[in-house]
Every structure is written in structure tokens, then in C-alpha cells.
């Protein structure tokens, strides 16, 4: 069935896929914000506040949030991007109404207890150690923070220990007034439910929400080229290796998707079997693409040992060079396309991927993109607009090092 989308009067949108043969719904509140709209002071405050949202209502404690959706065999999570937020739960068919209820209470009536504020503040720290202390984790955080110094972007959405102390009710309420309105929330349904029921319980719950959002627009990003190594007490060199990439709006955007897969997508890639299958030097090694509305970035990252690192280095360099050189060979495009094809094709499989990829897609494009268009977009890539590309993101001029290891003095 074709996906249904209602917008109420105060700006909110609803999105409903209705799949009748599963017993199961996937539903996510979405709030278009995350770390690129914090001021410099709030660092970290949306992801605060997704915790915060956890910790009881005026309605349920925080212990009754949780029952609500396990104690009915479901799931429940959060994440906060750089530029949204995603309150999701994974539940039977039948508790989906009960599932928009708990979701849409702990978006617009949570309590925001200052004991709950304190004690919460150091488990966020405590995240932010751990993160510091796995340089696998930290290096990319590291490496954004480095390619784009002055942009929203290059900010980490965790924060630093010291803005997450710094944090009150009053900020937290303040942001939430600011960026929690009907403009910027989703609410996304997939499964074997009733579209007309689903708008109907959001109205209720929702329909009160202030109106006002909409998106903010950024510069594009320039990434600053340069290298960072940061000596630790660690027994393996953590890299990341890459420059500014695309955007979601750009028409080089399903290219990259490819040159993404050529270079470092899969145990197919290039870079799997020339660093790690056949030579040995690696355990973890690929690539990634970090898209957004603005721009993004293209990165190789891996783990060697340091005795390896400069060949590492050597030869994730000759592979980028190469594709700038020669482009593709017609295999492993043909390859690879056929790859983001299958893996799109199962991925919906799931109804959390389809709530997901829905509300991405409006988020992003402003309507439904279905797979069709997607997959016709993919096999449209020619060889010459990958190698193209990749003469502007490989560009060695552009580049940019990061990697934390057993760096000795002078190193």
C-alpha cells in the first residue's frame, strides 16, 4: 500500500505505511534538531535532552515508560543526530496506539526533575569518558572536529563534560520551546496498522503543540586538509583518512553511494581485500559516507599497528589514487550497484527501516522517495560520474589525517 501522510493544522506530519501480513508496528517520533542548532554554550543539549526525556512525566515515572513498551514484549530507544532526534519503539500490532501514547508523553509532558537533571548529568559524562577512552569511537569524532573546525557539522552531538555540567532546567526548557515544535515533528508508523487510527491518536496527543520550525540552512562546509596524531597508551594506530564528501541534495549523491561501496563498503571492497585479505594488516578497515542537508564528508578509517601504519597509509592512498587515475572498472560497479540494490531490498524487510527510511526521506526531500526511484537513480551511475567524484573527494590537496595511537615524542 502506498504510504499516507497527513499534515495537522499546527504543522506536525504524519507518515504511515500500512504492511498488513506482519503482526508487528515500528513508530518513531521524530524532532528535527540535534547538535548543528546548538549555540556554542548548549553543546551536547540534544542529546541531553533525549535522556531526559526517559525519566518521567507528569503521567508515568520513568520505571512506567519502560513497562509500558517491554513489559508488552516491545522495544524502546532514542538517538540524537546532528540534525535530528528519533524517540522509536518496536511493538506488537496491537499496542500501537498504546506505543504513540508513551512516545508523544515523553516528548511533550516530561518533568524535567532536577534530581533526575543531576544524577543524569553524570551518566552522560560517563558516556563521554567511555567514548574518550575507545579510540576506535573517538578518532571520528576527532576527525569531524578537525575537517570542519568552524562549522556546526564538525561539532561532536555528545557535547564536552563541561557544557553537560554547565546544564540547568531552565536550558533544557528553553531549547525545547525553541526547537520542539509542530514544524519540526514527525511522527512515522510502519505495520500492520490503520493510517486513519494513527493520525487520529497523533492529533490527540500532538495537536496541541506549539506551531513555528522549519529547516535551518547552513553554509556548505569546506574541510580543512591537514593531519592530527594524537599519542595514547594503546596498542593499535585508529585512523581516519578522508575530505569533504556530498550533501543529500546533490546530484553527485548516488555516485557516492558507489564510490563508497567500490572503496570501503563490504568484504568486496578494496580496500577489505587489499589491506586486510591480502596483505594481513588489518582487522577493521573501510569507508563511509556522513551526509546532510549542508554537506558531509567521505572517510576511510581502519586500526593497524603502528609498525603498519605508514604501509596503511600507502595503500589507502594508492587506492584513492587510483580511482582518481583510472575510475571504476565496469566490474565492480556492475558489482557494487548490484550490492546497494539487494542490501536496500532486504533492509525493508524490517518495519523499523521502513519508518526509518519514510521519515528520512521527508526530513531530507520533503516527500516519499520510494525504492523504485532510489534503485533506478543507483543503476543510472555511470563510471565516468564515479571517477569524476572521486577526482574532487580524493583529491590529496583536500585531505585530511586523524589517528590516535602509540605515537612516541616527534611522531
Partial sequence: MPICKE???NGVRVLVEPVGHVGSASIGLWCQTGSTHETASEAGITHFIEHMLFKGTERRTAMEIAEAIEGRGGMLNAFTDKEQTCYYCRVLAADAVEA??????????SKLDSEELEREKKVVIEEIKRSEDEPGDHVHDLHMQGLFPSHPLGKPVIG?????????????????????LGGNVIL???????????????????????????RVSFERPQGAAGENQIGDDVEQVHFCIGGTGVSFHDEDLHAAVVLDGILGGGMSSRLF????EKRGLAYAVGSYLSTYSPGGAFTVYGGTSLETWPTVRE????????????????????RVKQNIAGVLALSLEGMSPRMMRMARNEINFGRDVPLEETLEKIQAVTGDAVHELAGRVFDPGGLRTTAIGPFGPGA
Fill in 7 to 9: 499534515t495537522l493544522s
Fill in 100 to 109: 504513540i501514547d508513551v512516545l508523544c508523553d515523553m516528548v511533550t509532558g
Fill in 160 to 180: 564536552t563534560k563541561e557544557s553537560v555540567a554547565s546544564f540547568g532546567r531552565d536550558n533544557l526548557s528553553e531549547y525545547i520551546g525553541r526547537r520542539y
Fill in 188 to 214: 512515522s508508523a510502519a505495520g500492520n496498522v490503520d493510517p486513519d487510527v494513527i493520525v487520529q491518536e497523533t492529533e490527540r496527543r500532538l495537536g496541541a503543540l506549539r506551531t513555528g520550525g522549519g
Fill in 273 to 276: 581485500q587489499e589491506v586486510r
Fill in 315 to 334: 595503500v589507502v592512498a594508492g587506492e584513492m589514487q587510483d580511482l582518481v587515475a583510472n575510475g571504476p572498472r565496469e566490474d565492480e560497479l556492475k
